[in-house]
């Protein structure tokens, strides 16, 4: 699944923020997103399913932008390699605890 980047406007206030626009087809990537568990870690905003993919712009910071572009550009990438279903969630399993241990 291939998801074009999202492009952000320059906005006035707050300043340093940009204005993106989000519809339907970036709500399944979000979601598919927040089903491997990494929007914290990765920088990701955090968006409301009620409100933000409805065609208002949503302001974010420019690196939350690029991490969201970046992660959308993941979402084709198998995670774990070769391996099955059951590999791959291990793999993505330790990988999270190396992060998690490293924070904490």
């Known amino acids: 699944m291939a998801i074009e980047p999202v492009t952000g406007e320059p906005v006035r206030i707050p300043p340093g ?24 870690l990765d920088g990701l905003p955090v968006l409301r ?9 949503v302001k974010m910071t420019r690196a939350q932008l690029e ?3 970046a992660a959308f550009a993941s979402l084709g990438e198998p995670e774990g390699g070769h391996g099955g279903v059951f ?6 399993r330790t990988g999270l605890f190396k992060r998690l241990q490293y924070l904490s």
């Open 49 to 57: 399913e009620d409100r933000d993919f409805d065609g208002r712009p």
């Open 17 to 40: 923020r940009v204005a993106v626009r989000l519809n339907d087809e970036h709500r399944r990537a979000y979601r598919q997103l927040y089903a491997r568990y990494r929007t914290i």
């Open 87 to 92: 590999e791959s969630q291990e793999a993505g």
């Open 67 to 69: 991490a969201l572009n």
